[in-house]
């Protein structure tokens, strides 16, 4: 059954850092693995996806990797802004008859001005 | 292109009292999931239709939550009788039918409180 971690589960940092977060799974036969942004009380924002085939995926500011091998994904944020203050999610697609989307726990990011 | 709506954004009832909340999916996503979010936890799966089929539901406590997407487009999940530690946030998500290489989009889901 696959389990998806992140550490740490809380981030604090300055404005202006350059920050990575971290996604782990125990199964690597997924098809892809998602990043999401959640802001309190919101649902979720989908930020990017990278499929099983991919080393990396980037988005402005944001650039995901993924180490299937090692089942071990990477968000890197940039440049870092009070803007960024949300829990961000990952979630991992499985390679099986559902094709379910397992989530980790998350990590909550603290971006101070 | 419109969102993934659910209804209502917000919930309180009593324990014991029976809820049902509402999800319309992007039109043309042939996927359907509804997962519950435990304050501080990552979201849970509770059930996957593909078009008006349940693909997965192992994880719905069957004796008290029911789901249903008849049409195959617009789902209803419901809970009865509510218990105190169902109070979470209830998402619905889609994803567009054929490849699993696609985003999965999500709502902005129901708080749902039970006291």
């Known amino acids: 059954k696959q389990e998806v971690t992140q550490i740490p589960a809380a981030l604090s940092v300055p404005e202006g850092e350059n920050l990575v977060l971290n996604c782990s799974f125990t199964d690597s036969a997924i098809y892809n693995l998602q990043w999401f942004r959640q802001d309190p009380g919101k649902g979720l924002t989908s930020l990017l996806l990278?499929?099983?085939?991919?080393r990396e995926q980037t988005s402005g500011r944001l650039n995901a990797s993924l180490d299937k091998s090692s089942g071990r994904s990477t968000l890197y944020i940039a440049a870092s802004q009070p803007g960024d203050s949300a829990t961000y999610l990952c979630a991992a697609t499985q390679k099986n008859n559902n094709n379910d989307m397992r989530f980790g726990a998350g990590t909550r990011l603290t971006v101070k001005p | 292109e419109a969102g993934v709506a659910q209804s209502p954004r917000y919930k309180i009832i009593e324990k014991r009292q029976s809820v049902a909340f509402w999800c319309n999916p992007i039109s043309g996503h042939a996927t359907l999931y509804w997962y519950q979010q435990i304050l501080g936890q990552g979201p849970k799966l509770l059930i996957q239709f593909q078009n008006n089929g349940v693909v997965d539901d192992s994880q719905l406590p069957k004796d008290r939550f029911s789901a249903e997407r008849l049409k195959g487009v617009d789902s209803t999940l419901k809970i009865q009788p509510a218990k105190l530690e169902d109070s979470a946030v209830y998402l619905c998500a889609s994803r567009l039918s054929g490849t699993v290489n696609t985003e999965a989009f999500f709502g902005q889901g129901t708080r749902l409180t039970v006291v």
């Open positions: 990278i499929q099983s085939s991919q």
